[in-house]
């Protein structure tokens, strides 16, 4: 299958992750952050973003176990919409939201990683291309928590890209599959640039 981007360390793929998934090798970590099925694209708190329906449903569950099946570890946010079996490590975002707003103060992520659960606190207040777009300390924090240091990571609901613009960050080889054209494109142009030292001034 002909990737829509391609670089030293990225690849993307515009297409139904599982047309895509078949071809694959087995990667170290599964990093992703599916649809969860709350409509979170037309909350009137997102009128930035168009409205659409790919967060109307949460993802098939069989089609979470297929790409979950594709690492050796996995790292699921959302993970407690998918009635995922109970695990030792769990990592919550605290998003340094106020309890009276409408939108959740903390998000959670399902993982395999045998280690206690952890957080990681930062604020929403960051400019967005996706209207569930995490932060990128988020998804280089994930990373990093993995055992073994992952080199190879797979995000099939790429959005757009900031679990390969991370990996990328971390000089690791990341795998991206996106089914929304527009979203391709964003992530192509974020891998496009250079890779800065994480100590650079400015």
Not at 21 to 30: I, K, R
Not at 123 to 140: A, D, F, G, N, Q
Request: net charge negative; glycine share 6%; with cysteine.
């Amino acid at each position: 299958m002909k990737p829509y981007y391609q670089d030293s360390h990225c690849t993307i793929y515009h297409a139904d992750c599982m047309d895509v998934l078949p071809h694959l090798e087995p990667v170290d970590l599964v990093l992703t952050d599916p649809p969860y099925g709350l409509g979170i694209s037309s909350n009137p708190v997102r009128q930035l973003h168009e409205k659409q329906d790919w967060d109307s449903a949460p993802v098939d569950a069989e089609l979470l176990s297929v790409c979950m099946d594709a690492g050796r570890e996995q790292i699921v946010w959302g993970g407690n919409y998918f009635g995922l079996p109970a695990h030792q490590c769990f990592l919550v975002w605290n998003k340094h939201q106020p309890q009276d707003f409408s939108l959740a103060m903390c998000e959670q992520a399902w993982t395999s990683l045998k280690m206690p659960a952890k957080l990681f606190s930062r604020s929403v207040r960051y400019l967005k291309e996706h209207p569930t777009e995490k932060p990128i300390e988020l998804m280089r924090w994930c990373i990093e928590m993995c055992s073994g240091e992952p080199s190879t990571i797979l995000d099939p609901f790429m959005g757009s890209g900031t679990t390969l613009r991370a990996a990328k960050d971390l000089g690791r080889k990341a795998i991206g599959i996106e089914i929304e054209e527009k979203y391709c494109e964003i992530a192509a142009k974020r891998l496009a640039q250079e890779v800065l030292p994480f100590d650079a001034v400015g």
